[in-house]
């Protein structure tokens, strides 16, 4: 999406009281948490649906205000396959060194359809087609992107919410098992 001077990019806080988890990471994303009186720290799961810098832009300083806060509570990122290694280059870019850190970050690689746990909340990532012509493309010219991008259907306790993130049409909704809750 574009830039805006009135919100930040995507980005879901679920506070689920002891942990929190964010879904996306956007730029200015750090900003409006601690605004809001959250911490790095307190974070244990981000959920990335996809790698365009609206959902990823604000990762790299989420990142450092964690290892700035010198926090232990350990952090597992899920994100598409093709996300971990850059994810890893922000850390290491940003003279954050895996071994410096106080704190252990677990990636876990979205496997479709197959949910996991984040915290007490059960997400299932559902592939859309948002990323499909940029498939196309990168195939086309030999470059790694796969295309990667995920809407997920998050189950909290007894309430279902699907977080779409980008799709390439409302038909990518179909797949995910209803009903839900919020959308």
């Not at 809001?36 to 649906?49: A, N, Y």
């Not at 952090?75 to 850390?91: D, M, N, S, W």
Request: hydrophobic share 40%; net charge negative; charged share 20%.
């Amino acid at each position: 999406g574009l830039a805006s001077k009135t919100r930040a990019g995507s980005c879901y806080l679920f506070d689920l009281g002891d942990e929190g988890i964010l879904f996306d990471m956007g730029d200015g994303a750090t900003r409006n948490f601690l605004a809001e009186g959250f911490t790095p720290e307190w974070i244990s799961h981000v959920v990335i649906t996809h790698t365009h810098a609206d959902h990823v832009g604000g990762l790299g300083y989420f990142l450092q205000q964690r290892y700035l806060s010198g926090t232990d509570n350990p952090l597992t990122i899920h994100c598409p396959g093709e996300a971990v290694g850059p994810i890893k280059a922000i850390f290491n870019f940003g003279y954050m060194f895996k071994d410096k850190l106080s704190f252990t970050i677990d990636y876990k690689p979205h496997v479709e359809r197959h949910p996991f746990l984040a915290g007490v909340v059960r997400v299932t990532p559902f592939p859309t087609s948002h990323l499909a012509a940029m498939r196309s493309f990168a195939v086309g010219k030999g470059l790694p992107n796969r295309g990667e991008c995920f809407a997920m259907r998050i189950d909290a306790g007894e309430k279902v919410i699907v977080y779409s993130a980008d799709l390439g049409g409302l038909n990518d909704l179909d797949i995910i098992p209803t009903p839900i809750d919020w959308l």
